[in-house]
């Protein structure tokens, strides 16, 4: 389903990354809604602490994962989830119906999208993400001109993405020809 380097905390691999991941976000979410939090987990050990100044607002608790199990905790413990880079259409597919399965209605499932323009796109775009371990192909990430791109954008949110995250490769020649290429030619082709 995408690349998963697994779970580590202090370079070391959890032996149980669903506990981790559940101990951790619980306790965040409660710190950020201005609790006073004391747990004693496997992974996560709080005695009596509350953030001094909580938000005003709780921010979103937003949990990149892979994999099925993760999404479905995902879902059930953030606010959104940010899918792993190099996802192809079905992959997105899949990784939107796990996590919002256990999911309320007002989940965001964030997919984010390599995008390149230019005649060396798809190469540019495949080159990135070898360099990340993953095999690059026609179906991962948007490369071309503007309708090419707002076709394959399209596509990633009806594949389940509730916002998408555009990223340039890091080789991209002009950020600002390119942001000016995504707000004036690509974004209106959104609507």
């Known amino acids: 389903m995408g690349f998963s380097p697994g779970w580590s905390r202090a370079g070391v691999k959890a032996e149980a990354p669903l506990t981790l991941l559940r ?10 809604d201005g609790e006073r939090v004391t747990t ?14 909580p938000p005003l607002k709780p921010p979103p608790l937003l949990i990149g994962v892979a994999g099925a199990k993760s999404l479905a905790a995902a879902g059930e413990l953030g606010t959104g989830t940010l899918l792993a880079l190099g996802l192809d259409l ?10 919002l399965k256990s999911a ?3 989940h965001e499932v964030i997919a984010s999208v390599l995008v390149a323009t230019g005649p060396d796109a798809r190469a540019r775009v495949d080159a990135e993400l070898a360099e990340y371990g993953m095999k690059g192909t026609p179906e991962i990430g948007a490369v071309g001109n503007a309708e090419e791109i707002a076709h394959r954008l399209l596509q990633v949110a ?21 942001a000016h290429f995504l ?9």
């Open 23 to 32: 101990e951790y976000a619980t306790a965040l979410r409660q710190l950020l």
């Open 158 to 178: 009806a594949a389940g993405a509730t916002s998408i995250s555009v990223m340039p490769t890091r080789d991209e020649p002009d950020f600002d020809a390119f």
């Open 104 to 106: 309320g209605s007002d």
């Open 40 to 53: 004693s987990g496997r992974y996560v050990i709080i005695q009596d602490i509350a953030l001094e100044y």
């Open 183 to 191: 707000g004036q030619e690509v974004r209106p082709l959104l609507a």
């Open 90 to 99: 079905d992959a997105i597919k899949e990784a939107s119906q796990t996590t």
